[in-house]
């Protein structure tokens, strides 16, 4: 069983920068794939960034390109998400997803393991 404890989440002004982490318990970190997404009130959960096993293979939904860097650490079993240039549309709650197939999806479903998340919320 996996477990994701997801930190860094705050407050922070429009155009500012803020670093999430998620830590992971269990044996078989290095090799789930990971995902963040994010969930603002009333709206469904959407994809923010993925990462494979390796860390050589990313991929962002469009909005955040440029602006959020995923990465991971195997050897700490955490990934993080690096957020710069925020914008109030950013505000949500972010989730960190691990997938023990190592499969790098786009979808919340496809993932098998969540953290609780953590509060994001930029103001303008």
């Known amino acids: 069983q996996v477990q994701l404890v997801e930190l860094g989440g705050g407050l922070v002004q429009a155009g500012g920068s803020l670093r999430l982490s998620c830590a992971a318990s269990?044996?078989?970190?290095?090799?789930?794939?990971m995902g963040w997404f994010r969930q603002a009130p009333g709206k469904d959960r959407e994809f923010v960034a993925a990462?494979?096993?390796?860390?050589?293979?990313?991929y962002y939904r469009d909005s955040v390109k440029g602006r959020f860097t995923i990465s991971r650490d195997n050897a700490k079993s955490t990934v993080y998400l690096q957020m710069n240039s925020l914008k109030p549309e950013d505000t949500a709650i972010y989730y960190c997803a691990a997938d023990k197939f190592g499969a790098v999806g786009r979808r919340w479903d496809e993932y098998d393991y969540w953290g609780q998340g953590t509060q994001v919320t930029v103001s303008s």
């Open positions: 990462i494979s096993m390796s860390g050589s293979i990313t």
């Open positions: 269990g044996r078989t970190f290095s090799r789930n794939a």
